[in-house]
């Protein structure tokens, strides 16, 4: 099935934070330690832990720190004590926004999360407000030129949901949260080359914007995963396209 990635901005706004490698670390480090807290310091029985340690890897993290950080979630070293927040607001143009935090300190984190939306045209919002508007779901995706029916004869098999082209070229493969692991692993397993894999909130509708409130919301979400505490946003705000072909 071809069309336009409903994907796009998720994929384009994570690869402009993830080119920030010295906040990128410090968020890898923070889901690495929670991961390994909430489930265990074992990749083989943890996908959480797995999921973080293999974006750690892939950016270029040493193994050393990488280890560190799993040992303080399982308390065979000393470390902080973080929790898991997740608030809502409103960008301009009445755009959703959910921003999931790791925090040592609730009171610091929410009065910076509540500075970036005023500071940026936005509002936070009471819980539950926009986190209806999004489902978590697995996405995988594979460049132009990947085999589509490969792709989709290995992820159906595995239990994928749904496996898309877009108009681009793009293979996109869609899974329950619960599936991505065995999907993920079988897909490599057949020698398909992932250029994409994590866990995320899909918007289940989208705010169109226009240039202005693009540019808005776009520094809004600069804003918000500029705070140490912050480890993913989404929106559910579709960016003007000529602001996503800048970058």
Not at 44 to 58: E, G, Q, T
Not at 194 to 204: D, K, T
């Amino acid at each position: 099935m071809a069309g336009h990635s409903k994907w796009a901005n998720i994929k384009f706004r994570k690869a402009a934070q993830d080119a920030r490698r010295g906040k990128l670390f410090t968020k890898l480090i923070r889901e690495i330690t929670v991961s390994a807290r909430s489930g265990g310091g074992d990749v083989a029985s943890n996908s959480r832990l797995r999921a973080a340690v293999d974006k750690a890897l892939a950016a270029n993290m040493t193994r050393d720190t990488i280890d560190r950080a799993v040992k303080r979630g399982t308390g065979e070293l000393d470390g902080v004590d973080y929790e898991e927040i997740r608030y809502e607001g409103y960008g301009p143009g009445g755009a959703a926004i959910l921003v999931e935090c790791t925090t040592d300190n609730r009171n610091r984190t929410v009065s910076e999360v509540r500075h970036a939306f005023t500071k940026n045209g936005g509002s936070l919002a009471a819980e539950g407000s926009v986190a209806y508007l999004f489902d978590r779901v697995g996405l995988l995706t594979f460049p132009q030129g990947t085999n589509e029916e490969a792709v989709m004869e290995v992820a159906v098999a595995a239990d994928a949901d749904e496996v898309e082209v877009t108009d681009e070229g793009i293979v996109e493969v869609t899974t329950a949260p619960e599936a991505f692991d065995a999907v993920h692993d079988a897909l490599k397993s057949a020698g398909l080359a992932v250029e994409f894999a994590e866990i995320l909130q899909r918007p289940s509708s989208q705010a169109v914007l226009d240039d202005e409130n693009s540019e808005k919301v776009m520094g809004l979400i600069d804003a918000l995963d500029e705070l140490d505490d912050v480890q993913e946003v989404f929106t559910n705000a579709s960016l003007a396209g000529d602001l996503l072909s800048e970058e």
